[in-house]
Nanobody, 123 residues
């Protein structure tokens, strides 16, 4: 069992940066791949980024590649999402999730979810 709590969201102007954090509880955190998803107004939840349990491999949606960076610290049971060059279309509720495969971009492959943190990018 893994419990996840996101933080770091907020309001930022286009071109700005935000850093999201996701704190996990549970002894098995280091065995899970971790992902970030987002859901914008009137949109379906979509994949943003994922990282393997070891942190050696990362995966990104095309829409954020080169702007966002996912990382993790297993000792701190945390995963992070550094977001740079933010655009208004990045506005969404951002979720972190724990799953068994970082190569999956499907929400149904992730077993545990946080409550989300709101990111709003103004133009």
């Amino acid at each position: 069992q893994v419990q996840l709590v996101e933080s770091g969201g907020g309001l930022v102007q286009a071109g700005g940066s935000l850093s999201l954090s996701c704190a996990a509880s549970g002894r098995t955190f280091s065995t899970y791949a971790m992902g970030w998803f987002r859901q914008g107004p009137g949109k379906e939840r979509e994949f943003v980024a994922a990282i393997t349990w070891s942190g050696r491999s990362t995966y990104y949606a095309d829409s954020v590649k080169g702007r966002f960076a996912i990382s993790r610290d297993n000792a701190k049971k945390s995963v992070y999402l550094q977001m740079n060059s933010l655009k208004p279309e990045d506005t969404a509720l951002y979720y972190c999730a724990a799953g068994r495969s970082a190569t999956s971009r499907h929400a149904y492959d992730y077993d545990y979810w946080g409550q989300g943190t709101q990111v709003t990018v103004s133009s």
